[in-house]
């Protein structure tokens, strides 16, 4: 059963900083490129974050570069988020997400919501 689970969703203040974890588990997640996505309210759900299996080549959308870092450690089956300097705009359900290169394996984790507000 391949299976993510991301943690570490929750309230906090702009400006104020969170990180974000996802767990992996029942597949060869060292060999998977990884990402994070979000879904604001009533929006569509758009890329955050990637990289690539190893977890050295990374790429952020422009809105995200110099706020956010994504991380993968391929020892301990981690994914991680890290977001600072928060704005309301970042308030989305986060999700992290696994992608075979040599198949369609696609692996979603359920979310977990982030919410930045005064």
């Not at 104020?16 to 490129?33: D, I, K, T, V």
């Not at 995200?64 to 020892?75: A, E, L, P, Q």
Request: aromatic residues 10%; positive net charge.
């Amino acid at each position: 059963q391949e299976k993510l689970v991301e943690s570490g969703g929750g309230l906090v203040q702009p400006g104020g900083s969170l990180r974000l974890a996802c767990a992996a588990s029942g597949f060869a997640f060292s060999w998977f490129a990884m990402s994070w996505h979000r879904q604001p309210p009533g929006k569509e759900r758009e890329l955050v974050a990637a990289t690539d299996s190893t977890g050295l080549i990374k790429k952020y959308e422009d809105s995200m570069k110099g706020r956010f870092t994504i991380s993968k450690d391929n020892v301990k089956k981690m994914l991680y988020l890290q977001m600072n300097n928060l704005q309301p705009e970042d308030t989305a359900v986060y999700y992290c997400k696994a992608s075979s290169r040599n198949s369609d394996l696609v692996v979603w984790g359920q979310g977990t919501l982030v919410t930045v507000s005064s």
